[in-house]
C-alpha cells in the first residue's frame, strides 16, 4: 500500500516499534486486536472460519439409527462436509426411510446454504441426485 511504519502504525492505533518488531520477526505474539486493525488499515478482511477436516469432526452414528431428532443442521452441515461418499449415501437412506420429507427439505436447504461457500458441499449437491436414484434403484 506504499504506507511506511510510522503511517500504518498510526492508522492501525499500533506502536511503530510493534510494526517493526513484527517486520523483523521478533514479536511472539500480536493479538487479534492489533492484527484486525492492521488488516482494516489496509483493506484486507480478516476471516475466521473452521479448519478444513478431512475426517468428521463426530461419528454418523445417527445414520446407522432412525434419523428422527438427531439429524439436526448441524450434524447435516458436518456430514455433507465432512463425511464421506459413503457416508452421504447413509445421509440419503435416512432421507428416503422419512416419510414425513422433514429430512430431505433440511438436508436439501443445508447443501444449497454450504454449497455457496464449500467445495465439497457443492459436490455432494451434484452427487445428491445421483445417490437418491441410486437409493431408489436399490429399494425396487
Do not use: Y
Not at 80 to 92: E, F, N
Not at 97 to 121: E, H, P
Amino acid at each position: 500500500m506504499g504506507l511506511t511504519l510510522t503511517q500504518l502504525a498510526a492508522q492501525a492505533a499500533v506502536g511503530r516499534s510493534t510494526l517493526a518488531a513484527l517486520e523483523a520477526g521478533k514479536l511472539p505474539e500480536l493479538g487479534l486486536q492489533r492484527v484486525a486493525r492492521l488488516c482494516a488499515a489496509v483493506d484486507l478482511v480478516l476471516e475466521a472460519r473452521p479448519l478444513e477436516l478431512n475426517e468428521p469432526l463426530m461419528t454418523h452414528r445417527h445414520l446407522s439409527e432412525v434419523a428422527g431428532r438427531e439429524l439436526t443442521k448441524a450434524a447435516i452441515d458436518d456430514i455433507i462436509t465432512r463425511g464421506t461418499v459413503g457416508t452421504w449415501r447413509k445421509l440419503v437412506q435416512a432421507m428416503d426411510a422419512d416419510k414425513t420429507g422433514r429430512i430431505a427439505r433440511r438436508v436439501n436447504v443445508m447443501a444449497q446454504v454450504l454449497g455457496k461457500r464449500d467445495s465439497k458441499a457443492r459436490a455432494f449437491s451434484t452427487l445428491l441426485r445421483t445417490l437418491r436414484n441410486s437409493s431408489d434403484a436399490k429399494a425396487e
